[in-house]
């Protein structure tokens, strides 16, 4: 293994917890490099971003990439320099367009209890375990 992915979700704390440590110890145990990744969600339909002021999303990425960077330095260990990666778009699509981009070997991502939304449209996780090329480690 020499790249693994980490896809997060900054702002869901139970989602980013347990997955960190995981690949953390799946970096260590290689030697590999890790990516961490979090993607802002697409606004669904065209005429909603309508409504958003100009310059809005780029704005939204300059200031993800800063919350990464800051995240990245307080919650991972000094032996292991992930590399930061910020996207926009449909998430699960995100996550394995990247993983295909950067040939990772792994994708680490966590998932929460599905509630009944996630049986009708299908979580995050459930869609890039289904879409992924690579292997694909689901923590609870």
């Known amino acids: 293994m020499q790249k693994v992915l980490l896809a997060i979700d900054l702002f869901h704390e139970a989602g980013w917890e347990k997955s960190i440590a995981h690949a953390v110890s799946l970096v260590r145990a290689h030697g ?7 993607v802002i969600p697409d606004y669904g339909m065209a005429i909603v971003g309508s409504y958003f002021p100009k310059g809005f999303s780029e704005n939204a ?3 993800t990439k800063a919350t ?19 996207r926009h778009g449909t998430i699960y699509k995100e996550i394995t367009g990247v993983a ?10 966590a998932s929460h209890r599905p509630g ?9 996780a459930a869609r890039v375990v289904r879409h992924a090329k690579q292997s694909v480690t689901v923590i609870r």
């Open 32 to 38: 590999a490099e890790l990516h961490v990744l979090t």
């Open 61 to 63: 990425m300059t200031e």
């Open 68 to 86: 990464l960077d800051a995240f990245i330095k307080e919650h991972f260990p000094d032996d292991v320099q992930p590399i930061p990666h910020v």
């Open 100 to 109: 295909d981009k950067l040939g990772v070997d792994m994708i680490v991502m």
């Open 116 to 124: 009944m939304q996630d049986y009708l449209l299908g979580p995050n």
